[in-house]
């Protein structure tokens, strides 16, 4: 088996660089090393190595050093590739593939595996809006994909990075979202039925239960099931909303009857005015109005924790 690294020096506000300096000091079998440079570069990599394994006809243990956002890059670049099996080892500020999957945390575990692999195949969500993206978290439409981008965007979060406590830029910018963000009306197919909602402030389709830096958005989510779960959060006054956003980090938000969850294959969208939109957290740009999600049951071979 074959040994990769796509490394974002970047993530973490540098957390990147120093963690792969030091992977890179005590390794002692053979491998090949990538650094995302730029936006996308990540996806461009990805591809490459998948398009050189199908070729060698050889599986690769490809390691993301980063965060949500360089998983999710990669994710999309090698999706189609069965000779990929991802790792990550957790480097940014949300860490949510991380928290919801298995991630090495030292040479000694990634020795391990190569010697003994431990490996399952994940679903992850597609997206088509009208183009086409893939995410293994989550994806999402409203006032999530608001906290994310603005979050990701920001020098608070470059700030926090620096003392160990990024992902409170998120709890910044839903502090700010509650001023700023409109609630809007969504129309929802699924399972053969048209619902509507109104008043709603976010519809998040979840693969895993993690978001947001460990908020437990979806407590039942699994991504093995061949299904994906939709919480919708509507008709809820500012000051509800924040009881409620405090209870979602031990995922006991489901016992208000404002929040609606329902499980299925396929999910469309229909809002009143074009939303923010994001997959694991990245944004999407997305030109009109709908926005339609369905699973790809088994098709993202992951790292599984060591077994005894």
Known sequence: MKLAFIINEFAGNGKGRRIWK?????????????????????????????????????????????????????????VN??????????????????RGFFAFRNVQEIASFLHKPNVRKIDIGHIQCPNEHFFVNNCGIGF????????NESNIKKWLN???????SYVYYVVLGLFMFKPFSLTVQHGGQTLHYDQVWFATVSNQPYFGGGMKISPDSIATDGKLELTIVHKLSRLKFIAIFMTVFLGVHTRFSEVVQMSGQTFRFQGDRML?????????????????????HAVIKIAERLSD
Request: charged share 20%.
């Open 22 to 78: 030091n992977i890179e000091r005590k390794l002692t079998v053979p491998y090949e090393a990538y650094i995302s440079h730029y936006p996308k570069h990540a996806f461009v990599l990805a591809c490459e190595l998948a398009e050189r394994a199908i070729n060698d006809k050889q599986q690769v243990l490809l390691i993301v050093i980063g965060g949500d956002g360089t998983v999710h890059e990669v994710v999309n670049g090698c």
């Open 144 to 151: 999530d994909a608001f906290v994310g981008i603005k979050a």
């Open 276 to 296: 923010p939109c994001h997959a694991d957290g990245e944004e999407i740009k997305n030109p009109g109005l709908e926005f339609n999600v369905n699973v790809h």
């Open 81 to 98: 590739c069965n000779y990929i099996i991802l790792g990550n080892i957790r480097a940014g500020s949300g860490n949510d593939f991380a």
């Open 162 to 168: 620096k003392i160990g406590m990024g992902k409170l």
